[in-house]
Nanobody
């Protein structure tokens, strides 16, 4: 599955961005989807995940309350709403299709990655 992520850009600290991701040419699988991010010089880390039904979500504890993941299966799209952004949120954000149905996931659980979208938060 090829994933198309978009919505990144440059934003000032305290601002908001919404990322979106959709598979090209295919509908959603019935598994979980998520977002990861990778800052320069750091490993790719889990940000948020959502079950196929959308009823179960998981977040990195440090991001809970500022980031919200959602999905619209009718539009075949998963979103990441990011509020109160901080310079340390600067990273390339990747959407991910999991092999499994659990909303929490590790990199090893990912079946397909999006191409990444850069988010830069200026201070």
């Amino acid at each position: 599955v090829q994933l198309q992520a978009c919505g990144g850009g440059l934003v000032q600290a305290g601002g908001s961005l919404r990322l979106s991701c959709a598979p090209s040419g295919r509908t959603f699988s019935s598994n979980a989807w998520g977002w990861f991010r990778q800052a320069p010089g750091k490993e790719r880390e889990f940000v948020a995940g959502i079950s196929w039904s959308g009823t179960t979500t998981s977040y990195d504890n440090s991001l809970k309350g500022r980031f919200t993941i959602s999905r619209d299966n009718a539009k075949n799209t998963v979103y990441l709403q990011m509020n109160s952004l901080k310079p340390e949120d600067t990273a390339v954000y990747y959407c991910a299709a999991s092999r499994f149905k659990l909303s929490t996931m590790t990199r090893a659980d990912v079946a397909s990655w999006g191409q990444g979208t850069l988010v830069t938060v200026s201070s």
